[in-house]
């Protein structure tokens, strides 16, 4: 049942939940946000009948809760969960592009590296290490948005998503200087 309308509503919750990802302090909100995120865009490409989309972030949704787990317990998972979600994307995509939908482009290189990334970042325990790593498959996002022509909104979910990441790192990073560090420049 497509419908435009309940796809772009949950695509915005999920966008409001990205962006508010990047200003926790803690990275299991982090992932709490993300997760959510993922949860709406799920619903969101449900109603615009896009399977493949669902089917990676229904990964990433596994993904995402796997890490929120181990983080919740103060554990850093182990380095085969990487590995474990970067093959079930590859794998994902290979079947529904290659298999069903016959519809592979050399450009998807750029999302596939994106998604793979992601699933090594997101294991990552130092939020400000998530912060900065993140911007590199966010860019990607964003150009394989922009070299696919893809729906607009996608693209600048992912333009919301790296200006927010940009803002946290100012924010959190550059001009919250440690005091410690501020009171020895005096």
Known sequence: ???RVLALIAGFIAMAFVIASYFVKK??????FQLLCIA????SYFFTLQFFAMIGLAVGLFR????????????MAPILWPFVFSALTLASYFAVNYGILQTAQPLDALCLIALIMYAFIFRIRNLKIVRFAMLIPTVLSILFNVLTNAVLFATLTYVFELSANVVSIFKYHVFNKPKKMAASMH
Do not use: D, R
């Open 1 to 3: 049942m497509e419908n």
């Open 27 to 32: 990275k299991a909100y982090y992932l709490l």
């Open 40 to 43: 709406f865009l799920i619903v």
């Open 64 to 75: 995402t809760v796997t890490f929120f787990v181990y983080e919740n317990k103060g554990k």
